[in-house]
């Protein structure tokens, strides 16, 4: 069973930064689109960035130019790197990957726990 663990939420200041990591677990044979969302309590998750195994990266006009995705492969492991941050970024952060679990298996989609994220002075 793959798992996608999450780390690196916390409390921060305004204008402060953070890094949030995933590391999928498990039968883990490809990982093809890694993405990060976030939620509030009476919210609609949304999209907050994705990248695709070719490398194409989309992310939410709320965080262009704070936040950057990236994955290393080998690691298994996606991260989101986020700068600049601002009272509205607090949310729950949850990773979200598309994964193989063997050359022939299809693509399952799996969720990470989340992760709090705390931006307040």
């Known amino acids: 069973q793959v798992q996608l663990v999450e780390s690196g939420g916390g409390l921060v200041n305004p204008g402060e930064s953070l890094r949030l990591s995933c590391v999928a677990t498990?039968?883990?044979?490809?990982?093809?689109?890694v993405a990060w969302y976030r939620q509030s309590p009476g919210k609609q998750r949304e999209m907050v960035a994705t990248a695709t195994g070719a490398g194409t990266t989309v992310y939410a006009d709320s965080v262009k130019d704070r936040f950057t995705i990236s994955r290393d492969g080998a690691k298994k492991t996606a991260v989101l790197e986020m700068t600049s941050l601002k009272p509205e970024d607090t949310d729950v952060y949850y990773c979200?990957?598309?994964?193989?679990?063997?050359?022939?298996?299809?693509?399952?989609?799996?969720w990470g726990q989340g992760t709090q994220v705390t931006v307040s002075s």
């Open positions: 498990g039968r883990v044979v490809i990982i093809n689109t």
């Open positions: 979200n990957e598309d994964v193989r679990e063997s050359a022939s298996e299809p693509y399952s989609n799996y």
